[in-house]
């Protein structure tokens, strides 16, 4: 097996991205982890926004369940199916706690939000601010692990108007953004089918973010 290598990128201030974080055998053990998790009763489903609109992704929480109706996190899945969240698999604990150390920060999550895009997944622009002002202000970073299909990010300012630079997220990339980073607007703008790794088999692709609440 030949080791990744993993290229430091500071995308802004407080915003790394970890080119080729995971190798392919790590990447192989987080969507093993991913996988059983999906195979749970509490697995994934299409979060319905108070819009009524639905997401064009699937979504999974462990730790804490966010709520898409009203933006809160919760025990048990009140907007789904009223089943108590998962926990966060520690293997996948650590891999975040190690690319946070990696960029500069400290994290102890409790939340894991796998987002599992298809073909004509997407994510709006949006900022993360439903963890706790403490946290927050602390500037606790949002570690995101990607696998499978790259993914088009968009990486804006602390107003939505503010300039979005675009690059994509690969299979076994990380990103972590905290400090004065960790309110900036982002999202996935489209997805390029077919491009993860053949040997991975992954259906799509799989966003994993950490959060500490
Ligand atoms: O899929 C991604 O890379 C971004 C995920 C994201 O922004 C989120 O879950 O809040």
Known sequence: M???ISAHTEIADGAVLLRSWLSSVAQREVLEA?????????GFYTPVLRSGARMRVRMLCCGHHWNARTYRYESIRTDVDGLPAQAIPESLATRARGAA???GFAINPDVLIVN?????GRLGLHVDKDERP?????GVPIVSISIGDSGLFEFGGLRRRDPVRRFWLESGDAFVFGGPARLRYHGIARIAPGTGPAELGVPGRYNLTFRQY
């Open 116 to 120: 599992w895009y298809g073909a004509e």
């Open 134 to 138: 403490e946290t927050i202000e602390a």
């Open 34 to 42: 991913v996988r059983r998790l999906g195979e749970s009763e509490a």
């Open 2 to 4: 030949t080791a990744a």
């Open 101 to 103: 150390a990696a960029s």
